[in-house]
T-cell receptor
Framework: KAGVTQTPRYLIKTRGQQVTLSCSPISGHRSVSWYQQTPGQGLQFLFEYFSETQRNKGNFPGRFSGRQFSNSRSEMNVSTLELGDSALYLC????????????????FGQGTRLTVV | AQTVTQSQPEMSVQEAETVTLSCTYDTSESDYYLFWYKQPPSRQMILVIRQEAYKQQNATENRFSVNFQKAAKSFSLKISDSQLGDAAMYFCAYRRTRGDSNYQLIWGAGTKLIIKP
């Protein structure tokens, strides 16, 4: 079974530009979550998508957005990039069920390293 | 709000010896999950072990075991017979079981584990 695939692995962008990151979850997983990892702030939750709907959002500005497609693939977009957006962006997929105990484990991709210059 | 604290930024251990990584958390909920994840230089977050709060028995996965003290809100990870491949950042994480935010992982700051040959 293929794991979580994130593309691209590396990105270099200029301040003010926008960027789109992609995540393909494990086959059959319908929940996709995004996390930002930086040396200063650590791991922070961005948002979670399930069945093409955003179910939960972290404390990030509106420049950070996402979506999920009918095949569960997800994209996140960051507009008007700032230097502080430089980070490792991790995507995780889960087998989310109707009850909280199902699909307890989150499986992660290798991340996208975004550098803003 | 829930918080997770890892007070050891870095730990080192001799190969084949045992090391314990500490984690404390704060929550007002009685039912939740706790996880230890490992992040090697490849950056991919790998699940090491998980504990369900309603289970009194400590989880064990081969050389990895936890000491879960619910009343003290402590969740330490013991690695026995340390191997060079265990060298990585280790993150403690918390997850609720109920509510819209129950797929959000709340992370500690991480502990860098160094294995000395």
């Amino acid at each position: 079974k293929a794991g979580v695939t994130q593309t691209p692995r590396y990105l270099i962008k200029t301040r003010g530009q926008q960027v789109t990151l992609s995540c393909s979850p494990i086959s059959g997983h319908r929940s996709v979550s995004w996390y930002q990892q930086t040396p200063g702030q650590g791991l922070q939750f961005l948002f979670e998508y399930f069945s093409e709907t955003q179910r939960n959002k972290g404390n990030f500005p509106g420049r950070f957005s996402g979506r999920q497609f009918s095949n569960s693939r997800s994209e996140m977009n960051v507009s008007t990039l700032e230097l502080g957006d430089s980070a490792l962006y991790l995507c995780a997929s889960s087998l989310r069920g109707n009850r909280g105990r199902q699909g307890t484990e989150a499986f992660f991709g290798q991340g996208t390293r975004l550098t803003v210059v | 709000a829930q918080t997770v604290t890892q007070s050891q930024p870095e730990m080192s251990v001799q190969e084949a010896e045992t090391v314990t990584l500490s984690c404390t958390y704060d929550t007002s909920e009685s039912d939740y999950y706790l996880f230890w994840y490992k992040q090697p230089p490849s950056r991919q977050m790998i699940l090491v072990i998980r504990q369900e709060a309603y289970k009194q028995q400590n989880a064990t996965e081969n050389r990895f075991s936890v000491n879960f003290q619910k009343a003290a809100k402590s969740f330490s990870l013991k690695i026995s017979d340390s191997q060079l491949g265990d060298a990585a950042m280790y993150f403690c994480a918390y997850r609720r079981t109920r509510g819209d935010s129950n797929y959000q992982l709340i992370w500690g700051a991480g502990t860098k584990l160094i294995i000395k040959p």
